[in-house]
Structures are given as structure tokens and as C-alpha cells.
């Protein structure tokens, strides 16, 4: 029975593979070689291909999907034409704020290339730091919306005050680690394939470096600026990256714990130069044969993947009339100009150019839904408005450097409670008010709010919180006669 199972999926397997083919342009079937050779290269010969294991993180995007079809259809032609082929692991991490058009992309890929039942392809997610099978109904679980909702707070807190907004850098440690940790993952794999293009590796590289500076993980500088030099970094910063941010507190452990192997071997191969560069080209592999669906604003206008154009517009609103002193509406239009501005000068098609015109061109219809987008960001990331806002300032670092200024500026009422609010980050015992109103304005528990405040601010170049890949110097920012200074946090 089970030779007659073996030989039926071993049809099906070739159906799939037929069909895949079918899709490919001239142009795909080369890089399809290209890629084989690679993989043989890299596993020492054809002969040993059978036990070469290849990491693929997914995450819904694009070119994750992309990379996955030429991966498959590489191992499924192996399989016809030696004994054994190369092994696949899929991962994807579950962060708040991932879409579920991002999961349903990955799952309609996933049943596409026939990948769930196929004993040679692991197919997980991690979530909360538990390597669990991949299921894209499955909402991320509470505790890891709790534990990524204080990641992203701890880690921006670090920033530099008054500097350009970062506020997502903890997506890049949370990924970094990802990595690190399911490359070692029952018996661990032997490459991380990835076909991203030299620039966005190189920002990623720069924004785990910068992210595990303000984790206070120590990095060298002799590493490479793209993904070859990402497993030699992360070994340099141990098995979690949050550890000084949760001294005295505690966090999950990765787990199933028992599953990791202690010496990670991965190495890295770089697809991205045998990859089909018109995107033309790729559309009716994806669209028909996967069943991707795009979100072209969002992957054009967004910071990341995790973040709407609307939240991140808003959040550049309220560090405007916050801490700039200026008006909600001008740092809205300053953000959307420049994004717009950006597509422009990237020379993307007229059509979607357009489309980002009539969607973000007026940004007083986008100030208008302020209430609204401020509920988006709270349902994506569990912060209410005043949490944002403190976050902005960043108030707590450095024995609370920036705490006067920041109360007068949204809590003149607590001015007078000032000092109390010190003793208390100090870790000494005050009122149950001055505690409840610490934790709820930072949205962290006081414990550690106390570790951010014993850490010094960094010092850095901070680059601003703009959409990704934009070279475009900013325009100048609207002025508004109307500049509304003393705007209150709402909430608090």
C-alpha cells in the first residue's frame, strides 16, 4: 500500500510540476537551471542532494512568492531526474499588523505548488516564539500580541529623541531572530535561499544593526552588507535579542526547546541575480498559477509590510502637532507628498501613480479620518492614541530626560506629580495612581518602563520614517498659520 501511495503522489507531484511549467516563460525555464546548478553547487553534487535542506522565509509579499514557484519547480525537477531531491522548510513570522491578504497569499501558494502533504517541505509559522505548523486562519495568538506590542514599544523607546521617527525597527530584530532561530530548527537547515535584490538586503543588514544597538546587543563591523553575513551576526547576538530590555521581568523562551540544535551551520545562496527581472514577465505565474493577489499601494507607499500608508501618515501627523509643535494636517501632507513624490521619481507606471494620486493625493480627507485610522492602528498594534504619543517622545530614557518635557507638552497635570513619577521608574514604592498612570500612558508594565529608564539614549544617525528605498530629500514642511501647540494626547 504504501509503494502504491508513493508512486500515486509521485504522479500527482509531476502533474503539479507540468502545470508550473506550463507557466513559465522562456526566460524562467533558464533561470530554473541556473538555479539547479546552484543548488547542486551548493550541496556538493547531485549525489548528495537528497540530504540539503534550504530555508525559504515567507511572508506573503511578491517576490516571496515568486521565489517560492522557482524553488519548488527546481525540486520537483530534480525529482525526475535523480533519486532523491533537496528538502524545503517555509517559514513565516506572525508579527501584529501582517494582513491576511499577506496569509491567504501565502496559503493559495502553499495549495498551489502542492506543499502541504509532501513529507520533503516543512510548512510553519512561529508564533510567540513556538515553531507551530503553518495555518493562515489562525489569528496571532493573545500572548504574542502582547509580547510584540512591548518589543515594538522597548525597542522605540530607544530611539533618538527629537530625531526622524523609527519606529518600526523591532520588526527587523523580531525577523533577524526568526531566522536564527528556525535555521537551527529540528536538525536545522543547511541555506537560506532568498532572491531579494542587493539594496533591500543591504537595509535590512542595517536595520537589525540598528535595531540590536538599541537592544544593547554589541555588533562588529566586519560583517558584509547583505544576507551573507546575516548568520555570523546573529550569532554574535545570542539566543534573544530582548534579554537586557526584559531583565527581572521574564519573556517565552523558543520552544519546543528541546528541537534546537546548539551549532547552527546555515550558509546563504543569493538567487537574486538568475531571477526573471521583468516584472511583466512574472505576473501570470503568480496571478494565474499562485493565485496572488497584490496590494501595489502598500507595496509601494508603505514603510513595511506590517504597516498601512494611512497609520504610518497618521503617526507622522501626530509627531507633528505633538512634538514639533506644528499641526496633525501638515505632518500628514509633508508624509504623503514625499511618498508620492517618491513613486514619481522611481518612474512607476502612470496607471498605479494615478491610483496613489486619487487614494492619497488629498491629505485633508486623510486628517479627516483621523479617529479612524487611529482605531486601524490600534487594532494592528494594541496602542491607543496617548501610548503612541509617548512613544513619540520617548520620555523614560536616559533617568527620564525628556519626562518634563513631555508633560507639559500632552499631561500638564502631572507636572506636579513629577517627582513621584521618578521614584517610582527608580523602582521605589509610590501611590497605585502614579503606577496605573505610567502604565497606561506607556502601554508598558512599570517594571519595565524602570529598564528603559535606567538605559542611556543612543547616539546616531537616525534616518527618517519614510517609505522604503526613497532617495528623495524631503520637501519643505507646510507651515500653518493655525499651528496648534498645545494639543492634547487623547485618552489621557
Known amino acids: 500500500m504504501s509503494h502504491i501511495h508513493d508512486q500515486a503522489m509521485n504522479n500527482v507531484y509531476q502533474q503539479v510540476l507540468q502545470r508550473l511549467l506550463s507557466f513559465f516563460s522562456r526566460a524562467e525555464r533558464t533561470a530554473l537551471q541556473l538555479l539547479i546548478q546552484r543548488l547542486a553547487v551548493a550541496a556538493g553534487g547531485m549525489d548528495r542532494i537528497g540530504d540539503y535542506k534550504v530555508l525559504a522565509v515567507q511572508c ?3 517576490d516571496s512568492c515568486y521565489t517560492l514557484a522557482l524553488l519548488r519547480a527546481a525540486q520537483l525537477t530534480i525529482a525526475t531526474r535523480a533519486p532523491t531531491t533537496f528538502k524545503l522548510r517555509l517559514a513565516t513570522l506572525r508579527l501584529n499588523g501582517m494582513s491576511q491578504l499577506a496569509l491567504d497569499n501565502i496559503h ?3 495549495n498551489a505548488l502542492f506543499v502541504y502533504d509532501d513529507p520533503r517541505v516543512d510548512v510553519l ?3 510567540n516564539r513556538e515553531v507551530l505548523a503553518f495555518d493562515h486562519r489562525a489569528p496571532v495568538s493573545r500572548a504574542a500580541r502582547e509580547s510584540n506590542r512591548m518589543n515594538l514599544l522597548l525597542i522605540g523607546h530607544r530611539g533618538v529623541v527629537d530625531g526622524p521617527l523609527e519606529l518600526w525597527d523591532d520588526s527587523y530584530l523580531a525577523t533577524g531572530e526568526f531566522h536564527g532561530q528556525i535555521a537551527r530548527w529540528n536538525n536545522g537547515v543547511d541555506a537560506l535561499v532568498s532572491g531579494d535584490p542587493p539594496r533591500q538586503q543591504k537595509r535590512f543588514i542595517e536595520g537589525l544593526k540598528r535595531a540590536a544597538a538599541k537592544a ?3 555588533t562588529s563591523n566586519r560583517h558584509e552588507a547583505d544576507y551573507g553575513g546575516l548568520f555570523m551576526l546573529l550569532d554574535e547576538f545570542g539566543t534573544d535579542c530582548y534579554q537586557a530590555f526584559y531583565e527581572g521581568y521574564g519573556q517565552e523562551a523558543w520552544r519546543p526547546a528541546e528541537q534546537f540544535e546548539a551549532c547552527r551551520r546555515t550558509t546563504y545562496i543569493d538567487i537574486h541575480d538568475v531571477l526573471v527581472s521583468q516584472l511583466e514577465e512574472r505576473w501570470p505565474l503568480l496571478t494565474e498559477f499562485l493565485g496572488y493577489q497584490p496590494d501595489e499601494l502598500a507595496a509601494q507607499l508603505g514603510e513595511n509590510q506590517y504597516v ?4 504610518s501618515a497618521h503617526l507622522r ?9 506644528s499641526t496633525y494636517l501638515a505632518g500628514v501632507t509633508h508624509y504623503l507628498q514625499r511618498a508620492l513624490v517618491m513613486m514619481r521619481r522611481n518612474q512607476l507606471s502612470e ?3 494615478e491610483r496613489a494620486d486619487s487614494a492619497y493625493g488629498n491629505p485633508y480627507k486623510l486628517a479627516g479620518q483621523r479617529a479612524l485610522i487611529a482605531d486601524e492602528a490600534y487594532q494592528s498594534f494594541g496602542l491607543n492614541e496617548a501610548q503612541w504619543v509617548c512613544l513619540l517622545f520617548a520620555p523614560f530614557i536616559g533617568q527620564g530626560a525628556s519626562l518634563e518635557r513631555f508633560l507639559r507638552q500632552c499631561h500638564p497635570g502631572m507636572l506636579v506629580a513629577m517627582p513621584e513619577l521618578h521614584r517610582a521608574m527608580q523602582g521605589y514604592p ?3 495612581q502614579i503606577l496605573q498612570w505610567i502604565v497606561d500612558v506607556s502601554g508598558l508594565p512599570v517594571s519595565l518602563v524602570g529598564n528603559l529608564y535606567r538605559m542611556q539614549p543612543l547616539v546616531q544617525q537616525a534616518k527618517s520614517m519614510s517609505p522604503p528605498d526613497s532617495h528623495v530629500s524631503e520637501p519643505e514642511q507646510a507651515s500653518d498659520e493655525a499651528s496648534v501647540t498645545g494639543e492634547r494626547s487623547t485618552g489621557r
Do not use: H, N, T, W
Not at 317 to 325: H, I, N, R, Y
Open 60 to 62: 506573503g509579499s511578491r
Open 108 to 110: 493559495r501558494s502553499y
Open 125 to 127: 509559522m512561529v508564533d
Open 216 to 218: 544593547g546587543l554589541a
Open 308 to 311: 498601512s500608508v494611512a497609520v
Open 317 to 325: 501627523g501626530l509627531q507633528s502637532c505633538f512634538v514639533q509643535g
Open 351 to 353: 496607471r498605479l501613480c
Open 430 to 432: 509610590v501611590a497605585e
